[in-house]
Each structure stands twice: as structure tokens, then as C-alpha cells.
């Protein structure tokens, strides 16, 4: 079928991406790549922009089932420690095997993305398994600017394991129960104003 093909393309182009970079990305090492004859790929994506929207899709695809599995092997969290156990499982992951080789590809992508929005779009999908257990999470405990509180929160993670990638090693789980610990932080001016009420506690 035409979209098996298209998969089996772009699962290849992950590969060449991974091992080669942006600039080894091409239709003939794609071919290559798939152990497919010369010209295939160029008949299921006409273009290089082509080529990549459909890396790109299929890339988040992959990251989203990642993430729905992992939601659904680990309860949501309920403490810190619940938070940073899958933090530390997602990171580990992201790191290694199969996960290693989509997180090259992903870095990469994002930065072509800077010159093109449509790839920005795809890179960051709506709905996110691992963004809402986040936001789920922050707001049980009393966090009132979520939304903001949990794109630091995941967007330093997210630079942690870019940092790992390229040093090596793993995410320190201290670093990761610190990012947490400040995204809980209650703000300066909210303490201040319960503080200025009368009868709050100090």
C-alpha cells in the first residue's frame, strides 16, 4: 500500500537524518537507506520540503506514542517523586536506543523549523500526553500560572537532555527534582498579599 511505502520512506529518512545530519539528507540516501531502487522516494515526495514534512510527521507520531505509552505504564503523578520518576524514565528514554536516534533527528528538525513555519506547526502538536500530565500535575498543587509554569518546566528538561545528547551521560535526577521544585515555587507577590491578609498565618 501507498501509505506503508510513505512510512517505510519516512522511517528511512529518520534513519539518514539520525546518522548523517540535515545535510546528508537527500532522496538517493533515502533509497539507499530503505533498499529501495533510485527515484522512489523522490515518487512519494516530490520535493526535499516534502521529504522532511513527512519526516517531521511521522517523527511526532512516533514521540506521541512514546509519550501515550509511558502515561499509560505509570499512574499519574501525584508527588514530586511520581512527577520526576517518569521525568527520569522520559529522559533515559529519549537518550538511548531507538530514542537516541529520534531525538537527533528532532533536534535537527527543529532547527530547519526556524525557516519554516509548517514544520514549526507539525514539530509541536496540540495535544500532548506528557504536557498535560504536567499541567494536571502543577495545577493539584496550587500552581496558578500553569500554562507558563509548565513550558519552563518541560522546555528546561528539554534542553537538559539536548545538553546529554551531545556530552553524554544521563539527566541527573537532582537537576530534574530541582526544575520542579521551582516550577512549585509559589510566587513572591502571592505570599506577600495572603501574608497582608488578616489572620494569615506567617
Same mark, same amino acid.
Given at each position: 500500500? &501507498? ?14 537524518? &539520525?546518522?548523517?545530519?540535515? *545535510?546528508?539528507?537527500?532522496?538517493? $540516501? ?7 531502487? !533510485? ?5 512519494? =515526495?516530490?520535493?526535499? $520540503? ?6 517531521? !510527521? ?37 537518550? !538511548? ?31 500532548? &500526553?506528557?504536557?498535560? $500530565?504536567? *499541567?494536571?500535575?502543577? $495545577? ?21 537532555? =539536548? ?27 502571592? *505570599? ?11
Amino acid at each position: 500500500m &501507498a501509505s506503508d511505502r510513505r512510512t517505510l520512506l519516512a522511517d528511512a529518512a529518520l534513519d539518514v537524518l &539520525a546518522d548523517e545530519g540535515i *545535510r546528508g539528507l537527500t532522496h538517493r $540516501a533515502v533509497d539507499r537507506k530503505a533498499g529501495m531502487p !533510485t527515484g522512489t522516494t523522490s515518487a512519494y =515526495f516530490r520535493t526535499r $520540503a516534502a521529504l522532511l514534512t513527512g519526516l517531521v !510527521t511521522r517523527l511526532v507520531r512516533l514521540d506521541q506514542a512514546e509519550l501515550h505509552t509511558l502515561a499509560e505504564s505509570l499512574p499519574p503523578p501525584r508527588t514530586v517523586e511520581e512527577l520526576v520518576d517518569g521525568m527520569v524514565l522520559l529522559a533515559r528514554q529519549r537518550l !538511548t536506543g531507538e530514542g537516541r536516534r529520534r531525538s537527533l533527528a528532532r533536534y535537527a528538525c527543529a532547527l530547519e523549523s526556524v525557516r519554516d513555519r509548517e514544520l514549526r506547526e507539525i514539530l509541536v502538536p496540540r495535544e500532548n &500526553a506528557g504536557r498535560d $500530565a504536567v *499541567r494536571l500535575f502543577l $495545577a493539584a498543587h496550587g500552581v496558578t500560572d500553569v500554562e507558563n509554569r509548565s513550558h519552563t518546566l518541560l522546555t528546561c528538561i528539554d534542553g537538559l537532555i =539536548f545538553d546529554r545528547l551531545v556530552s553524554g551521560g544521563e539527566v541527573p535526577r537532582e537537576a530534574l527534582e530541582g526544575l520542579v521544585a521551582a516550577a512549585l515555587r509559589q510566587d513572591p507577590g502571592i *505570599r506577600s498579599s495572603r501574608s497582608s491578609r488578616p489572620g494569615a498565618s506567617p
